[in-house]
Each structure stands twice: as C-alpha cells, then as structure tokens.
C-alpha cells in the first residue's frame, strides 16, 4: 500500500515543513527502523539523537521540535504527535481492510432474543444470549460469549475468548458444603470500551457488574462480580479485581496487580504492575507493593531476615535504650 | 416476575414472622438498595442498623435476630440466613429459566465414543473428544473442551472457555533442545464442582489430575499436571497450582494466589490472596505473604532497604555485641 | 495396549540388561505406583531406594546405576533416563492414537487467503484469518485463533483457547480519552514452539511480535506487543511478559512471573515463580523476588515493621554513631 504524505494530511491535518505532498508512504516505522518510505513519529523531545539519525521520509513532531525536524527533511508539525500517530494508525487500518464487517457470521450461536444493532459485527464461533444486547459499531471477534441480559455499548472492540456474564463466585458454606448462590445480576459494559483476548466479566450477584464509558482491559484480565470501573480507566494484562471493588475514573493499573474485594480506589489513581491493593485508596497518586528482584543467593539470605524483621525491630529498640540509659549514667545525654 | 411469601416458605422453610404469605416479592435485594417488593437478608449482626433502616418488604435473620427484625417489618427467621439466602436465589433462577437444557447444542463438536449422560447440557461450540464422559446433570456452557479419556462427574457446572485436559508441561531437556513429554494421564472431576470461565486444568503426565467433589474454581485458574485438590476447597481467580501439588479437603485459596509443585497443604487451610506457596504446610491456619502497599515514593526506600536487610540484620548484631562488651567493661552488666 | 520390551529397544535404543525381549509392558509409570507390567526410569540417583522397592517389569537407567539396577530384574541402560522416558511417551502416544490427524476440521473456520500445509492439522472450532500461514506438521487443537496475517512455522502444537494476534494493548491519551493505536505488526512464530491452553499472544504495534524456534509457553501465559521470546526458552502458567520486552534464548520463566515492557533478559537466565522483573538482567543466573509465606499473625507484625524499613535503617545508623561517639569519649575505639 502507498499513500501520499497529502492524503494524510487532508484526513488528518497537521502543517507540512520541509517535503512536498507527493511524498510516497508504505509504511509506518520507529525512527530506528524507519526507511526512506517510512513515517515515523516523535514524542518524547529525548530522541531527538535518534530522529536525526532516522532514515525516515517524514516524522511527526511537536511545534517545539519543528526547527531540529526541519534540519533532517519533510515533517509534520502536529500538537500531539503521539496522539496523531494513533490516528494515523488508524487511517492506515481503515485503508488497508477496506469496509468494515458488519452482521452476524454464520457460524455465530445468537438467541433470537439477544438484540445485535446492524452496524455490530459478531465475529465466527461467538455465543449471544437470550436478551444480550449490542450497541452500534461494536465488534466481537471470535469465540466471544455474552451472557443472558449482559449488554455493551457503542462502539467496543472485544477480542476473542472474552466470557462475559459467567456467573461471579459466590457461594454459602453450609457444615463444609458449598451452596451456590445464583448471580442474578448481569453485566452493563458503556460504549468506546475494549476488552482483551480471553478476559472474563462476572455477572452481579443481585446487582449488575459495571464498565463505564471509554475503559481499556487487556488480556487475561479477572473482573468479580458487581465490580465498578469508572470511565476511561485502564487495566493491564493478568490483573484480577474481586467482588465489589470499585475502581474510579481515570485510574491505571498495572499488569498482574490485584484489587481486593470491597474496596474504593480514588479517581486518577495508578497502581504499578504486580501490586496487590488490600485497602482503599482515598488520594490518587502511584503506589506500589513489589518484592525487589535479586539474585536467588541474596533473595535467600533477605527473605529470611525478612521473617524476623519484626524481632529485628524490637532489638534496635532494645539497642536504643540501653545506649539511651548508658548515656544517662555516662552524663553524656 | 413476582413470588409470594408463601410460595418461599413453602419451597425453602423457615418461619414467616409479622407478616402475611401474601406479600408480593419482585425481586432478592441488598438491605440497601432493597424496595417494598424486595426480600433481604442479614447474615452478620454487626448490619443490624442497615436492616432497620431498609425499606425491604421481608429480611431473613437468624433466630437471634427475630425481636430486632419483627420490630420493622415481616421476617422469616432461619437457621442459617445466608444458606437461606443461597436457596433463595436457586428457587428464584429456577422459576426464571423454566425448564433446565439437557442434551447437546447442535453447534457442539462431540466424539462418537464420548459419553454423554442424557441428562447433561453442552452447550454451543463446546468441544468433548474421544473416550470422555459427562454425568448425570452435568452442564458445560460454550466453547467448554473436554479432552480425550477425560471425565467429569455429577451436577458440575463448567464456564465458558474451561479447558479440562491440555498437556500438562512437560519436557525434558537434551543438550538445549526440549524433548516433550506426552501427558498419558487424564483429568478426572468429581461430583457437584464448579469451575470458572477460561480455567485450565492439565492432563496428568503417568497418572490423572483430580479435582474431587465439591470443588469450586473461579476464573482463569491454571491447574497443572497431576495436582489433586480435596473435596469442597475452592480456588479463587487468577490462581496458579504447579504440578502434584496436593491441595487437601476445605481449603480456601485466595485470587492470584500460587503453589509450587510436588507441595502438599493440610486440609482446612487458607491462603491470603496473591501469597505464594514455597513449601508444604502441615498445620491448618491462615498464611499469608504479601507485600505491603504504599505510596511509590515509600516503597522505592522501603525496597531499597529490603534489598540489604541482612547487612542490617549483621550491623544489629554487632551492635549488640559492642554494647555488651561496653556494659561488660563499665561493670554494668 | 501391550508391547514388549523389543519392540521399544528397536524404537528408541538403549542397552537391555537383566532381562528379555519378550517381557511385556502395558503402561509407564512412575517407581511407586508401577506394577509387574509397567515400565518405569530412574532419573536421579538420590531415588535408588525407590527403584530397589518398585514393582516395574523394568526400569531404564544411566549406565551408573547398571549394577544397581540389574541386581532388582531388567534394565534398559541409556545415556539420559529422562530424554529416553520422553521419547518412550511419544512411542506410546503415536502407538495408542494411530494415524495422525491432519486437515481442517469442518467446523473450522478458515479464510481462504489463509495457507496451511496439507500435513497440519486445524481443531474443530478454530479461526484462521486471512493471509495467515500454518507451517507442515503442526497442530491447532480446539478454538485457537489465528488472526491476520500471523504465522506458525513447523511441528508447533497450539492448545484449546490459544489466542494469536489479538490487538496489543496501545493507546494514546488524548486529554482524558484513550485514543486506539491501531496494532499493524503480527506475530511469527517459530518451529518446534508449543503453547499451552488460553495463552495470549499480541500481535506487534508496529514490528512483529516474535517467538523463536524451541519456545515452549505454558497455559495462561500473556505475551504482549513486540515481545521477543529467544530460542529455547520456556515459560510457565500464568505469567506475564509485557511489551517489547526481550528474552533472551534458553531461558527458564516460573510460573505467574512478570516482566516489565521494554527490559531485555540475557540468554539462559532463570526467573523463580512469581518473581516481577523491573530491570534488564544482563548476567545469567538464577533471581528471585517472592515475599515470603508466614502464619497471617507473624506476617502482620512483619509488614508493618517493612512499611517502616528504611526508618529503622536510619535508627540503626545513629546507633553506630553514637556508639562510636561514646567508644571515643572512652578511648575504646
């Protein structure tokens, strides 16, 4: 596929400096691997070394980069270059995969109940069932399940293996056996939201399980029952949340952290990779809770200690004040 | 949907206490958000201000609670509430769904030599190959694969995207080259077990994996080759139980926990979510180990210690003994 | 299914000692469990006392324990016990299963621009999207997806649930709202690569994602965009290797691991189970991260006291100073 830098720019806009619009595009490329019909990007001013070394036909840069861009050849000046590299991407999909697949492919198991918008698309092997409901432009690929009464909105993207509404984990211990309580809830997932291959969504058990608007999981992910995640949140790979943990608007969360059941995290809060949250969280900040890696002989020799730090404690307190009494009886205090 | 309050104590027992059978139910309710046609139910004391405060039409409580819950409205006093509570909602999705499915959905892909029990469900695309068999009321929702020789037992209920019976990891290494080792095991699921959306449990390398009766496992949880887990533990999601593990009977193993392989865990124990098992555990109780959450700030000092803490431990002890030879040399010892 | 001793001789090799041809083997076991048809190894020699007490018909051995092997009844004497069990399991399985499978399974669905070998083998339910390639002998057992453009090479098993080439998780933030990068790189995989159940791996956002010859993954596994696994390496259930990040060859990930994006691994290190990985580890070696397991009780006092860590290091330090203040003012220093 070759594209002219003009056509880009008449979808995308951005200012054109030191090139022609008749440049020829076929690819989009890291400065590093860029070639002469490349477009690559700049958003971090740090690899400036690394644009001018790049052998790109044109770099997307931010208005403060527009004097050292220019000095190597064509770019586009554009106010967030990351953010215009993003649509470029999606410019390019669009052209490359023509019309986008709409209807229900045949091999697709949908109850005659569940209510699927023209415009969605329910890729092979997928299960809708009885009253699931599908807004406009969403997009189930594969092996997609969407339980009983679960819906989601406009314009998602869910990858295949996705189970939404398996029935959350709730049981009652009746002398040792395990009663199930059936979830009656379902789950309500908003519009612009996208789900990665293989995560589940449990049903509510009484109440429904909510994904506000505009929120990002990755593969693999764990959401219980009658979990919150407020809108525009981001949830990395491996991550679990257990029941009704409310996460709020605008948090990120690492990969293979862990939520506690019945928790609140603040609006804007970042929870790093492997963490595991066992309070609530009332200020939005970064916070972290990760073992530091180390070769095994020192892990061995710290972990240990590790057991004893508490005793360790009360031997610098027991140190204290004995140096504290010396001290006294010396009159050096 | 409405139920009377009749048709509950008739199904399920217990005693109707300040109010009529007649009372029109519409639907089971948190004491918070319940309305005049929800039942609730209290199963901690410690709620008794949210049960006074609820608009519920009927609260389930525990006999102690009977004076306390008359004095609001009707009650129904049981032994157990949140057993009660658990019928409950068994009773409710009955009366919803009618009819339970049995037999195999068209779309299914099962082996001739498999056996089914005619009382057993497998749903769409669900995929049970040669030689494997499914008891009696047995139900697996969609894209559910049960390999060959594999077997699960009676009133199970399997999730969306289960995978019993995947090769177990096995390999063994010839000069950096890995030779696999076929798993000749199978998997063998006991009666009346529970396992969530895309959970995998492996095929045994010589012997079988065993999940015994009562059993629940959440979402995404990996099972390896030849673990065994006792009758009525559960698993909860994200968990990861390497190989021959044997997990004993009433265990209780929080999300993202994980258990080495060839460990044996004593029946009746607990697992503190996201700890991890590194050695058998011979005495029942709770164990946990988890590093504590803080702000990335506190954590970046913290860790930065950890990774020195036995030089620490080291420079106490020194100062212990410099201590002591003081208090040994001013005679105050 | 019986086979006689012979008939595995002239299959795989080795020597027999203290015994005949004819003897009679219907399974392979381990040393406690095998009976008087079993074959069963000895793979270390620290389990000598086992082989001594088991019932199997015949044990395969190094050629150090010959004596000690002969003195209990037949043995097959091979250079690695281990590689020969292996391929003694793979004897069987072909044995026991007869033909194998190879096609495109009815209920398949796969794209016609899609090239597989006629000697591969695609499972009931899988997808295989266009411009994707299967290389000669492989397998695809149930519900594997193979998305756009993604390639397998030769002899590569791919377990029930395996996901190739979803999106990678990418996305610009545009003033609150996440704006899609379109993912435009695939996933390659190499030959002799085995993946486990419900493993994830993300296609490149740019360049390709990438797994070397030899890779074994385990089930659960999430492998993010542009990741490269080296040759050789295996990787346990559960873990999570995010994006761009490089590992190196011959590594060995433990189960529920984590790798930060963008790190690089060097050939044949070994990361234990759990661990999180937050820098680039240029020597090989063996490295670990987990916190260790307690009774909850003594863990308690010990996270609290680690919250404080870097605290009591300063208390130390002023007790060293004023420890060697006052051994001055005592001219005992």
């Given at each position: 596929?070759?594209?002219?830098?003009?056509?880009?720019?008449?979808?995308?806009?951005?200012?054109?400096?030191?090139?022609?619009?008749?440049?020829?595009?076929?690819?989009?490329?890291?400065?590093?691997?860029?070639?002469?019909?490349?477009?690559?990007?700049?958003?971090?001013?740090?690899?400036?070394?690394?644009?001018?070394?790049?052998?790109?036909?044109?770099?997307?840069?931010?208005?403060?980069?527009?004097?050292?861009?220019?000095?190597?050849?064509?770019?586009?000046?554009?106010a967030n270059p990351y953010v215009y590299f993003a649509k470029l991407t999606q410019f390019w999909k669009a052209k490359q995969d023509g019309v986008r697949l709409t209807g229900v492919h045949p091999s697709a198991v949908v109850h005659e109940t569940a209510m699927v918008d023209p415009t969605a698309y329910v890729g092979p092997h997928c299960v809708v069932e009885a009253n699931a409901k599908i807004g406009a432009a969403s997009v189930l690929r594969s092996h997609v399940v969407l339980s009983k009464d679960c819906q989601i909105g406009e314009r998602c993207l869910l990858h295949p293996g996705v189970v939404i509404g398996a029935d959350g984990f709730g049981f009652a211990n009746d002398?040792?056996?395990?009663?199930?309580?059936?979830?009656?809830?379902?789950?309500?997932?908003?519009?612009?939201?996208?789900?990665?291959?293989?995560?589940?969504?449990?049903?509510?058990?009484?109440?429904?399980?909510?994904?506000?608007?505009?929120?990002?999981?990755?593969?693999?992910?764990?959401?219980?029952?009658?979990?919150?995640?407020?809108?525009?949140?981001?949830?990395?790979?491996?991550?679990?949340v257990a029941g009704s943990a409310k996460i709020g608007r605008n948090c990120s969360i690492g990969g293979a952290a862990n939520i506690l059941g019945h928790l609140s995290i603040a609006d804007g809060t970042s929870i790093s990779p492997t963490s595991m949250v066992t309070r609530s969280i009332h200020q939005p900040g970064l916070y972290t809770g990760i073992f530091p890696l180390q070769t095994n002989e020192q892990?061995?020799?710290?972990?240990?200690s590790l057991k004893q730090l508490h005793t360790l404690r009360e031997r610098i307190k027991k140190l204290e004040k004995a140096l504290y009494a010396q001290n006294s009886n010396n009159g050096n205090s």
């Open positions: 596929m070759i594209v002219h830098l003009g056509q880009i720019l008449d979808a995308l806009g951005g200012e054109l400096v030191g090139g022609v619009r008749e440049i020829e595009i076929s690819r989009i490329s890291p400065l590093e691997t860029a070639d002469s019909t490349s477009i690559s990007f700049l958003s971090n001013p740090r690899y400036e070394a690394q644009m001018a070394a790049s052998k790109a036909a044109c770099v997307v840069v931010a208005p403060g980069m527009r004097s050292a861009a220019q000095a190597r050849g064509a770019c586009i000046v554009a002398a040792g056996q395990w009663i199930k309580i059936e979830q009656l809830g379902c789950v309500r997932v908003g519009n612009d939201v996208e789900i990665g291959a293989n995560t589940c969504i449990d049903r509510g058990a009484l109440d429904d399980t909510i994904i506000e608007d505009g929120v990002k999981l990755d593969n693999l992910v764990q959401i219980a029952h009658n979990v919150q995640v407020g809108a525009h949140s981001v949830i990395a790979g491996n991550t679990g892990w061995e020799k710290n972990a240990a």
